[in-house]
């Protein structure tokens, strides 16, 4: 399955607020369609489901790249929601995201992947690379790219950085301090569901 190109209000009004998939607020308060708006009660499967698709599409991620994060998660040992929340948060396009260096996910992601940004001074255009602490995230110094990232610092996503990370905005340059802590997630999400969901598929 390829990644969702399609209106992205339209998943909103269907999943709730996603805040790293776009910034902007459905005027309709129920989900799209012919039958939005008198929907039956969900079944429990649906309700693991919609869980699901929330982590897809605010990180932006396939179905494929979702099932080799939970089974990466599942080997680590402990909380497996945790892990899961924690490979997601610290994939590279999320982080320059969380760093206020676009506005959303979908944005960090063109940065990255059209060589804007940098990695402890190397190029790195993959957007799911896994940061770590002490990585180094910088602008690449041309002035396209610097541009660029100041145009976006204007509408920044979210307005409060988490404590992992720190941001100079006069040199543009983050760090990565640590492992996100499970109370800066900024999407609403139960990960256990998403775990049971994948229990169930496996």
């Known amino acids: 399955m390829s990644r969702y190109r399609g209106p992205r209000l339209r998943i909103t009004r269907r999943l709730g607020e996603l805040p790293g998939l776009t910034r ?9 369609g012919q039958h939005g708006q008198n929907r039956r009660k969900r079944s429990e499967y649906a309700i693991r489901l919609e869980e699901k698709q929330k982590l897809r599409f605010n990180y932006g991620v396939t179905e494929k790249q ?40 979908p944005g960090a992601r063109q940065l990255v992947n059209h060589g804007h940004i940098t990695v ?43 404590t992992h990370l720190e941001f100079d905005k006069n040199i543009m340059m983050g760090k990565v301090n640590g492992i996100v802590e499970r109370e800066w997630v900024a999407l609403q ?13 496996a």
């Open 120 to 162: 402890n001074d190397r190029v790195v255009d993959i957007a799911s690379y896994q940061c770590r602490p002490g990585d180094v995230i910088k602008v690449r110094d041309r002035d396209r790219s610097r541009r660029l990232v100041e145009t976006n610092m204007e509408y920044p996503g979210l307005a409060n950085l988490p």
């Open 66 to 105: 979702l099932v080799r994060y939970v089974r990466k998660a599942r080997r680590t040992g402990g909380s497996t929601g945790e892990a899961l929340l924690q490979f997601l948060e610290m994939r590279l396009d999320n982080t320059v995201f969380r760093l206020g260096m676009a506005g959303t996910i």
């Open 189 to 201: 999400i139960n990960e256990l569901l998403v775990i049971e969901y994948y229990s169930r598929m």
């Open 24 to 32: 902007k607020n459905a005027r309709k308060a129920y989900p799209p």
